[in-house]
Nanobody, 116 residues
Framework: VQLQASGGGLVQAGGSLRLSCGASGSIFRLYDMGWYRQAPGKQRELVATITSGFRRTYADPVKGRFTISRDNAKKTVSLQMDSLKPEDTAVYYC???????????WGQGTQVTVSS
């Protein structure tokens, strides 16, 4: 199983970016999917998650600005990021719980840089 993230880049404060992550390999079912981020010198932190039933949770710093979505048929999870702030600068990682064994897989990370 592999997760491939894309969509990062450089954007000015107040701008928007959309991250996407596709899953491939021996996947019978995708359970929870999510996005995490890690800023320089900080621990990786939760950004947003979405269950197979489309229940969403968001970290407080991104509520009202970020939207997580998924497409089960395409095996993708996306993160729409609006009203970006310099403090959103980080490497963003997608993850997914795959198949009944509950193993969590991670994507390779995509850099998001927000300039002030």
């Amino acid at each position: 199983v592999q997760l491939q993230a894309s969509g990062g880049g450089l954007v000015q404060a107040g701008g928007s970016l959309r991250l996407s992550c596709g899953a491939s390999g021996s996947i019978f079912r995708l359970y929870d999917m999510g996005w995490y981020r890690q800023a320089p010198g900080k621990q990786r932190e939760l950004v947003a998650t979405i269950t197979s039933g489309f229940r969403r949770t968001y970290a407080d710093p991104v509520k009202g600005r970020f939207t997580i979505s998924r497409d089960n048929a395409k095996k993708t999870v996306s993160l729409q990021m609006d009203s970006l702030k310099p403090e959103d600068t980080a490497v963003y990682y997608c993850n997914a719980v795959v198949n009944a064994n509950g193993v969590t897989y991670w994507g390779q990370g995509t850099q998001v840089t927000v300039s002030s």
